[in-house]
T-cell receptor, first 108, second 115 residues
Framework: AQRVTQPEKLLSVFKGAPVELKCNYS??????LFWYVQYSRQRLQLLLR??SRESIKGFTADLNKGETSFHLKKPFAQEEDSAMYYC??????????FGQGTILTVHP | DVKVTQSSRYLVKRTGEKVFLECVQD?????MFWYRQDPGLGLRLIYF???????EKGDIPEGYSVSREKKERFSLILESASTNQTSMYLC??????????????FGEGSRLTVL
């Protein structure tokens, strides 16, 4: 069975500090990983996906198959990054499993 | 612009009532999903549908059923609502061509309170 774990429910940093949101997964097949974000009073939306290997809003995430992790990083956090972040795993047959979510608060 | 619309933003129902949550998408997507969102538990998949008249159980289907009679509409049904079904319900859709790597498009959510 597939599983996604985000160990931190809450994460607080100051503006300009680096931030890392942790995500670990378990899946016996070849996973595809995503990060979704939900800003206050907005709908949940895709932030980035592993297959694109892109940086979105300064965020990057690297898939580490050895450690089964897909941590989200940003070198300099901004106040507008404050949101709920979900890590998600997709299987080859299309089922998408989400983690428990991490609330990021960036203080001025 | 991509649009997933959930007809009810807020509902208050009584224990034992039958509840319908409706979701409509205008993107001609084959795949549709129902999740519930609870603090500390994240998003948990209730049911998903690959295409019209197709449905698959997710991780927490107990107490729920779904209907997909038309491609654009995916309904979640609570046959007899219970207080532990008080939650935020999120509908999402995705194109079948992006089934493995594709983006899910979410609705704004339906907050259900069962008294």
């Amino acid at each position: 069975a597939q599983r996604v774990t985000q160990p931190e429910k809450l994460l607080s940093v100051f503006k300009g500090a680096p931030v890392e949101l942790k995500c670990n997964y378990s899946y016996s097949g070849s996973p595809e990983l995503f990060w979704y974000v939900q800003y206050s009073r907005q709908r949940l939306q895709l932030l980035l996906r592993h297959i694109s290997r892109e940086s979105i809003k300064g965020f990057t995430a690297d898939l580490n198959k050895g450690e089964t992790s897909f941590h989200l990083k940003k070198p300099f956090a901004q106040e507008e990054d404050s949101a709920m972040y979900y890590c998600a795993l997709s299987t080859s047959y299309g089922k998408l499993t989400f983690g428990q979510g991490t609330i990021l608060t960036v203080h001025p | 612009d991509v649009k997933v619309t959930q007809s009810s933003r807020y509902l208050v129902k009584r224990t034992g009532e039958k509840v319908f949550l409706e979701c409509v998408q205008d993107m001609d997507h084959e795949n549709m999903f129902w999740y519930r969102q609870d603090p500390g538990l994240g998003l948990r998949l209730i049911y998903f549908s690959y295409d019209v008249k197709m449905k698959e159980k997710g991780d927490i289907p107990e107490g729920y059923s779904v209907s997909r009679e038309k491609k654009e509409r995916f309904s979640l049904i609570l046959e007899s609502a219970s207080t532990n079904q008080t939650s935020m319900y999120l509908c999402a859709s995705r194109s079948r061509t992006d089934q493995y790597t594709g983006e899910l498009f979410f609705g704004e959510g339906s907050r259900l309170t069962v008294l």
